[in-house]
Structure formats: structure tokens, C-alpha cells
């Protein structure tokens, strides 16, 4: 086994790498970007190098530099996690001239998989079912839409060096070839360099079921499927293990192609091979088709830990460390059933779109495990993928776990950014899921139920009305019921008037918009209106959360605070954390509402920040080039004389 190793990752992944050395005795040194040097995962490794720049390409894509890192601290092997350089060839190569262990497959195998035209043919070759289509190499418009016909619409045009849905056709009518073509094409020549395309038989009810494998470089084992059906914009949201309604004939199909294809490439460690299924007439064994093969350690990865009892990053350390295969085929099981939830910072009824901020408060379950890469205080910064964690659950029976999943969704707590956990947990109670009936369109059907998210009822107002009035207290002693304050005041809720009158320490009625609620403290929870409320109350900084009843957050308004000012109009704010990219307004300047006073660059995108009314530019507060957090105040105006 390895003494000591470099993980060249950051976040939960990387975490979870360290865990499993943490445990097997082996030292480890972490990397990280400047956006990143008080990150968990550096936290917790026993050394940090510092390797560049925020962005990806000055820092976790740097080749170079993490190789001499782990050169200057006497690490004798890299762990590359998922993402980033995991399947870069050319870095396989670059670790092994410099004389350290990939901890991962051979350059060769990450080769044969790069490309969807030639994985394909390979695996037709090793018996592997693939996808009937053309993945030839004539690329002649004709010549493909031919293939088109003799394959039979619906068909998926894909580009051959297509990831992350990138370059990918639905084509429903032959009339529409051309046209979807080019723009396929176009796409993956902008995306990927290379506009070559195959030609694919468009799936019904399909199901996407990948297998776990695992090889020593000539010999491999699987470790069962997980299903990842439940998908947005083909990103995997809820993962489960085993696949439901999976039969012992269909898995042991399964398995052993899997198994084909990895050995087919003399593949070394843990690798998935992702297979789509025709679904529409229940799991056949003649079904199933080759789609890739992902030569990492992937996201969903604990699922399949779960189920088998097997921890696959240390089965990593010990294969590449020079050890067998640690089990055979026959020793590896499958006991009860698993479940994965994505948790991101994300915005869901904006579309989804990838959030930022502080987690001014962070709680996970207990009785889930939790990978996570952030601790309450820390920053989804707009730099990297705005996960917040993966939840995952493991019960004796699907119906168990699928509960446990819910369960634990509810138990989790998130404050300081928007998040998806609302989304989760109405789709970890969705009919058709809990049924089993999955299939990669469940979530685009049910869109609208899965989104709509309940808004604050009268309990949830006056419970968040109590913790602005300092009553959160759960544990009795009261921090708000002091003698010298008002024992009826109003609370300062944004959005919300509410008056609440304190009349013991645990008895308060609370005013909203001519409805009271009457509310007792019993047992550590509040109860409103004769009911327990089974809600938390979480205040941090300017915040008011209440859990348990959905996820609700109130701004709490401070009258001598900035940001009133900034509801005046008077201050600028930045809207979330990022990079100013230019600046226009300039003090003494006199400007009309709706004048650019800034750009600030964050989620890869440019926004725009103008001014909210007329007046004159009183104070600059930032220049170009600065890092900024989300609420950092950025221009200053006063009123016009
Ligand atoms: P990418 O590499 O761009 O992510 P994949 O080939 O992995 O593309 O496919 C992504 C997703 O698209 C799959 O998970 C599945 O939901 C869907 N998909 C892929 N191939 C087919 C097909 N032949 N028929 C129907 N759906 C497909």
C-alpha cells in the first residue's frame, strides 16, 4: 500500500478520497486553487499545496503543476477523483514519466472509450450489445441520412466525441435529417474540435442502468447495476441500487457484458459501463445497449458501496498500490437497496439555474451518509459545480430506503443559498418513482409538480415571526423574553407584517395580516394553533429559516443596516459572489435609473448591474479585477441636490 498519495480534486470527492486513506493509514496531500485554500478537503488532508488561479485551467486542469506537487511532497501516487483530469490521457502518460502511479486505468483504456464511434465498434467486436445504428466513418450527409432510414425514425444523431448531451439530435422525421444534422454537427465542432457524428435507433421508455466494475488489468468483476434514470437535461439527479424490477436473467446479462467490455481493454480499476434500456416492455435481457464507458470513479459511486459493503476507493488504493483483485466475483453481494440525491445550490424555479453563496447554516441527517466538500460558514463560490452534498440512504427494502430518502431530505438543513432540496424531496415522494416506474423522461413530464413548492403558510409565517422576535430558542431558556423589552412589538420580517406579543416565555400570539396564531413552546418545538409544528427555527445573520415544513427563508430588514439603503436605491450590491469585469460609474457622475453601472462575471455568465434610481455616483467602492462576495456593497449614490 502507498505511504502517502496526491488528490488531484477538490470538494466532496476529494474529501471522500481522504476518508478512505484517513482509514487505511495513508498520508495524503491535497491541491487547491486560490478560491479554494479554506476548503474542507485541504481541512482535512494532512498536507496542501497551493496550485494556481480560481478557474479550472489555472489550477485542477494544470497537469504540470500538480505532478511537481506531488514530486515536491513525496507523494508516490495520484488519485484524480471524477472531473477535471480523471480521463485525460495525456496526463495518465505525464504521471507515469514522472515516475508516480495513476491511480486509475491505463492511458490505453481511457483511449479506447474517448471516442463513441470507436468504443462502439469495440465493443460490437467483444460482444457487447451496442445501440443498432452507424458509427462508420462516412460522414457524407447523404450517406448518413441513409443510414437513418435503415436504422428507422426516430433516431439520435451523436457527436462521436460527444459528453454531457453536447452535439446530440433527436430527429423524429426524415424531413428534419438535414437540418438536425448540421446543427449537430456544428455544435460538436465547436464543443469537441471534431464535427464527426454517428447515427443511433432513438430509445423508447428508456432506462439508463450502468454496471460497476472493477478490474485488476486483465481479469474484472462487476459489482452490480444502479439505475439513473432519473434525470434533467440527461444530468443524473436521484441514483438507486439495485435497478427496480431488475430480474436475476436481465442482471447476469448485464454483468457479463459489462465485465466483456472492460476486459476487452484490459481495464484496471473502478469503471462504469452505462447502458440504455428499452423499457417499454419491462426489463429484457435483449434489451439493453452499450452507450459508454466512464473509466473513473464515478459521482453515484456510494450507491453501489452501499449495497456490497465494499469501499471502492480503497479496492482503488490496493489495485493500483500492486494487490489482486480484493474479492471474486462469487464473494461480492447485494444486500438491500440504495439511494443517492444530488444536493446542489441551485436555483429551481428559475430553471435550474446554478446558485452561489454562504452557508450560514448547514445540517445533514443523521442516520445518512453525507459527502460533502463544504462546512456550515463556507462558500459555493460561481468558480465550480455548485454541489452542496450527496445524500445517501441504504435500507432493507426499496420501499424502506425510498422513506429514508424522504426522511432524510426533510432532515436537511441549508441556509445562505437557494438549493434543489425542495425538488428532491418532492421527487423522493413522486407515485411513479416509488412504483419503480422510471425512465429518463420522468422528470421533464412531471416538471411543473415537481416544482411547485408550497409558499409559507400562516405556521410557517408565525414560526419565523418567533425567531425574529429572538424565541427560536428550542431549549426552553428563552433569549428573546427579557424584562426590559416590549412585550408586543412588531418584527422586522421583510415581506411579512407580523406583530407577535410575548406573554410568557413560552406562550406568544402572533399577528399576521388580521390572522393570530396562538403559540406554545412543548418539548423542545413550537406548537401553533394547537398543533406541533414539527418545524425548526434556525436564525443566522440577517436570516430567519424554517425547516421541516418545506425550506423557508426571511430576510430579516435592519433599519440602520446597508441594505436599507440599498432598498432605497442608494447602494449598488453585488447579487452574488464574483468577478468584477468592468466598472463605469465614476464618482461626481450623475446618473438616470437603469444606467450600467458595473459588470460582474459569476456562474459564467455577465450580468449587468445598473442603477436603481437616478442620482449621483457619491463613492465607487470596487475597481475591475476584484473578487467580490455576494452583498458587497460596489457604488454608492446620493440624492441629487
Ligand atoms: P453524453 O456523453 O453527451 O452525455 P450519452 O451518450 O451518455 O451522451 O447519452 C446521454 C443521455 O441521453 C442518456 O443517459 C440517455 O438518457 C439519452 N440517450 C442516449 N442515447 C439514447 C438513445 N439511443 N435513445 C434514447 N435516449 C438516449
Given at each position: 500500500m502507498f505511504h502517502k498519495i496526491l488528490i488531484a480534486n477538490r470538494g466532496e470527492i476529494a474529501a471522500r478520497v481522504i476518508d478512505t486513506c484517513r482509514r487505511l493509514g495513508v498520508a495524503t496531500v491535497a491541491v487547491y486553487s486560490d478560491a479554494d485554500a479554506s476548503a474542507r478537503h485541504v481541512a482535512m488532508a494532512d498536507e496542501a499545496v497551493h496550485i494556481g488561479g480560481p478557474a479550472p485551467k489555472d489550477s485542477y486542469l494544470m497537469a504540470e503543476a500538480i505532478i511537481a506537487a506531488a514530486q515536491a511532497t513525496g507523494a508516490e501516487a495520484i488519485h484524480p477523483g471524477y472531473g477535471f483530469l480523471s480521463e485525460n490521457p495525456d496526463f495518465v502518460d505525464a504521471v507515469a514519466a514522472a515516475g508516480l502511479v495513476f491511480i486509475g486505468p491505463s492511458a490505453k483504456a481511457i483511449r479506447a472509450m474517448g471516442l463513441k464511434d470507436a468504443a462502439k465498434a469495440l465493443m460490437e467486436k467483444a460482444g457487447v450489445p451496442v445501440v443498432p445504428g452507424y458509427h462508420g466513418a462516412n460522414q457524407d450527409p447523404e450517406h448518413l441520412a441513409g443510414a437513418a432510414e435503415t436504422v428507422g425514425y426516430p433516431v439520435l444523431i451523436k457527436a462521436v466525441a460527444g459528453g454531457g448531451g453536447k452535439g446530440m439530435r433527436l430527429v423524429e422525421r426524415p424531413e428534419e435529417f438535414a437540418e438536425k444534422l448540421e446543427s449537430a454537427q456544428s455544435e460538436a465542432r465547436t464543443a469537441f474540435g471534431n464535427p464527426a457524428v454517428l447515427i443511433e435507433k432513438y430509445v423508447q421508455k428508456p432506462r439508463h442502468i450502468e454496471v460497476q466494475v472493477f478490474g485488476d488489468g486483465t481479469r474484472a468483476v462487476h459489482l452490480y447495476e444502479r439505475d439513473?434514470?432519473?434525470?434533467?437535461r440527461h444530468q443524473k439527479v436521484i441514483e438507486e441500487a439495485p435497478a427496480p424490477g431488475m430480474t436475476a436473467e436481465m442482471r447476469a446479462a448485464m454483468g457479463q457484458a459489462a465485465v466483456r467490455a472492460a476486459e476487452a481493454i484490459g481495464y484496471s480499476g473502478a469503471g462504469t459501463v452505462e447502458f440504455i434500456v428499452d423499457a417499454s416492455d419491462g426489463l429484457r435481457p435483449d434489451r439493453f445497449w452499450f452507450m459508454e464507458m466512464n473509466t473513473r470513479l464515478q459521482v453515484e459511486h456510494p450507491v453501489t458501496e452501499a449495497v456490497t459493503g465494499i469501499d471502492l476507493v480503497e479496492w482503488q488504493l490496493r489495485v493500483a498500490s500492486g494487490e489482486p483483485l480484493p474479492a471474486t466475483q462469487d464473494e461480492i453481494r447485494l444486500t438491500g437497496h440504495a439511494f443517492e440525491a444530488r444536493l446542489y445550490a441551485e436555483d429551481v424555479p428559475a430553471g435550474f439555474l446554478p446558485a452561489t453563496g454562504t452557508l450560514s447554516h448547514l445540517k445533514f441527517p443523521e442516520g445518512a451518509r453525507a459527502e460533502t466538500g463544504v462546512r456550515p460558514g463556507d462558500t459555493i463560490s460561481?468558480?465550480?459545480?455548485?454541489?452542496?452534498a450527496k445524500i445517501i440512504v441504504h435500507g432493507p427494502t426499496r420501499a424502506i430506503a425510498l422513506r429514508q430518502l424522504s426522511a432524510a431530505l426533510d432532515a436537511t438543513e441549508v441556509a445562505g443559498s437557494v438549493t434543489n432540496l425542495a425538488f428532491l424531496a418532492a421527487l423522493s415522494r413522486h407515485e411513479g418513482f416509488a412504483a419503480g416506474d422510471?425512465?429518463?423522461?420522468l422528470i421533464a413530464r412531471d416538471l411543473d409538480a415537481l416544482t411547485d413548492v408550497a409558499p409559507a403558510d400562516m405556521t410557517v409565517k408565525a414560526l419565523a415571526a418567533l425567531g425574529a422576535a429572538g424565541l427560536a430558542d428550542r431549549g426552553g431558556a428563552l433569549a428573546g423574553f427579557t424584562l426590559w423589552q416590549p412585550l408586543r412589538r412588531t418584527v422586522p420580517l421583510e415581506g411579512v407584517e407580523a406583530v407577535v406579543e410575548v406573554m410568557a416565555p413560552d406562550r406568544a400570539r402572533v399577528s399576521i395580516a388580521g390572522e393570530t396564531a396562538e403559540c406554545f413552546l412543548r418539548g423542545g418545538q413550537w406548537w401553533v394553533d394547537g398543533h406541533p409544528s414539527g418545524a425548526r427555527i434556525v436564525v443566522t445573520p440577517g436570516l430567519v429559516s424554517i425547516f421541516g415544513r418545506g425550506a423557508h427563508h426571511f430576510h430579516l430588514v435592519d433599519p440602520l443596516d446597508r441594505e436599507a439603503d440599498a432598498a432605497g436605491g442608494g447602494l449598488t450590491l453585488s447579487p452574488m459572489p464574483g468577478l468584477v469585469k468592468a466598472v463605469f460609474a465614476k464618482a461626481g457622475q450623475r446618473v438616470k435609473a437603469g444606467d450600467r453601472l458595473a459588470v460582474l462575471e459569476a456562474m459564467k455568465m455577465e450580468h449587468t448591474l445598473t442603477a436603481a434610481r437616478d442620482g449621483i455616483v457619491a463613492e465607487v467602492l470596487v475597481a475591475a479585477g476584484a473578487q467580490v462576495e455576494a452583498g458587497a456593497a460596489l457604488v454608492r449614490l446620493e440624492e441629487e441636490a
Open positions: 439513473c434514470s432519473l434525470q434533467r460561481p468558480w465550480y459545480d455548485p454541489m452542496i422510471v425512465d429518463t423522461g
